[in-house]
């Protein structure tokens, strides 16, 4: 089966070396190639909740799934801003399998955090988010990629690869 191609895109932001650090972890660890988009998203002011102070993840998505172009299958946006989903009083990030588009936000990822802490965070986060839109679900070992964060602690908790189990599992969906 050909690789899949993941398209990056900075929303606000983020800078084209951390969305540059990403492209190895996602390769190593997935198996997707990815690119960084030539263009930038800006702030997203039509994805901001004033009751909430955040802005949400669906809005994002769907203003980065148009931007993939011929041979990107996948996109992933990155953010500063603060991201929710209406269950949540946050998410780190978000994925839409259908859609295959994810977003990740570094905001609550810099607490006490910075330089090559906050990038391996951030690492973990967009690795997790591609692996759910290959379509692996979340994983019960804490120190799998693919365990669901609830703090930045549990990302420092986590590695960038995959447990044998959801190896196994993406080695499966790939076939």
């Given amino acids: 089966m050909p690789q899949k191609t993941l398209l990056l895109v900075s ?3 983020p800078t084209a070396s951390l969305l540059k650090d990403l492209q190895d972890p ?6 997707t190639a990815s690119v960084v988009a030539k263009a930038a998203l800006p702030t ?8 909430r102070s955040q802005y949400h993840c669906n809005a994002i998505m769907r203003r980065l799934t148009p931007m993939m172009e011929p ?7 990155l953010t500063d801003v603060d991201l929710f989903v209406p269950d949540s009083p946050f998410v780190f990030g978000e994925a839409d399998r259908e859609s295959r ?4 936000s570094i905001s609550r990822l810099r607490q006490g955090a910075d330089g090559d802490h906050l990038r391996r965070r951030v690492q973990v986060e ?11 679900s979340y994983c019960e ?35």
């Fill in 11 to 13: 929303v606000g932001s």
């Fill in 101 to 104: 588009t994810a977003v990740v």
């Fill in 71 to 77: 041979g990107q299958q996948l996109v992933l946006g």
């Fill in 141 to 175: 070992d804490p120190r799998c990629v693919m365990f669901f964060a609830q703090s930045p602690q549990d990302c420092d908790r986590k590695q960038l690869s995959l447990c044998n189990q959801c190896r196994n599992e993406l080695h499966k969906l790939n076939r």
């Fill in 44 to 51: 997203p002011a039509y994805a901001f909740n004033k009751d």
């Fill in 26 to 31: 996602v390769a190593a660890h997935m198996g």
């Fill in 126 to 136: 967009v690795v997790h988010q591609t692996g759910h839109l290959l379509g692996l």
